[in-house]
């Protein structure tokens, strides 16, 4: 099983700007598709953005034109830049990579946007 590592999580003011960071331990493992999802307090997990390997990323609606994710494949890495933060951006980031047999999490990385 892979291990992902996260970063980037942080506290901004409103209008700020983040960006998280997720490496795959294992190098040699070639992922399918990379993404984000995000959790608040009492409420169930979303997808915020999935980027496939092939092919363009989607995004949930509440931050199309705010965020963009990208990856690495050389690095086995995947990024979320998030700008025009808002307050109801708070949450638990995770990072999550899919292929053959895989199905792994990050263990979240904090995210508090201030008003």
């Known amino acids: 099983q892979v291990q992902l590592v996260e970063s980037g999580g942080g506290l901004v003011q409103a209008g700020g700007s983040l960006r998280l960071s997720c490496t795959v331990s294992?190098?040699?493992?070639?992922?399918?598709?990379m993404g984000w999802s995000r959790q608040a307090v009492g409420k169930q997990r979303e997808l915020v953005a999935v980027?496939?390997?092939?092919?363009?990323?989607t995004y949930a609606d509440s931050v199309k034109g705010r965020f963009t994710i990208s990856r690495d494949n050389a690095r086995n890495s995947v990024y979320l830049q998030m700008n025009s933060l808002k307050p109801e951006d708070t949450a638990v980031y995770y990072c999550?990579?899919?292929?053959?047999?895989?199905?792994?999490w990050g263990q979240g990385t904090q995210v508090t946007v201030s008003s």
């Open positions: 999550n990579v899919r292929t053959v047999g895989i199905n792994a």
């Open positions: 294992q190098s040699s493992v070639s992922i399918s598709v």
């Open positions: 980027i496939p390997d092939l092919g363009r990323p």
